[in-house]
Nanobody, 120 residues
Framework: QVQLVESGGGLVQPGGSLRLSCAVSGSILSINDMGWYRQAPGKERDMVAVITSGGSTNYADSVKGRFTISRDNAKNTVYLQMNSLKPEDTAVYYC??????????????WGQGTQVTVSS
């Protein structure tokens, strides 16, 4: 079993900041890509930011320059620092990890989601 536990969501005013965390635990040999996705009401789930095991990153155009993804491989944890938040960033944010399990299977897991609301 592999679990992804997210934390750090909440309500913030426009222009504010939040930091999301996602800790991966369980029967893990290694983790390849890790990422954050978001889904607003009535919309599809979209990629926000992805980071490889080597630290290469990719961002959605809408968050470039405002969001930063990072990871701590020793802790199997990925972070998303969100600055200069806008109302359009309001969504449920999901963590995603491509895990090589102890049974040598590559499986992509999702977290349960954490709500981020940007509003005055």
């Amino acid at each position: 079993q592999v679990q992804l536990v997210e934390s750090g969501g909440g309500l913030v005013q426009p222009g504010g900041s939040l930091r999301l965390s996602c800790a991966v635990s369980g029967s893990i040999l290694s983790i390849n890509d890790m990422g954050w996705y978001r889904q607003a009401p009535g919309k599809e789930r979209d990629m926000v930011a992805v980071i490889t095991s080597g630290g290469s990153t990719n961002y959605a155009d809408s968050v470039k320059g405002r969001f930063t993804i990072s990871r701590d491989n020793a802790k199997n944890t990925v972070y998303l620092q969100m600055n200069s938040l806008k109302p359009e960033d309001t969504a449920v944010y999901y963590c995603n990890a491509d895990v090589l399990t102890r049974w040598y299977s590559n499986i992509r897991y999702w977290g349960q989601g954490t709500q981020v609301t940007v509003s005055s």
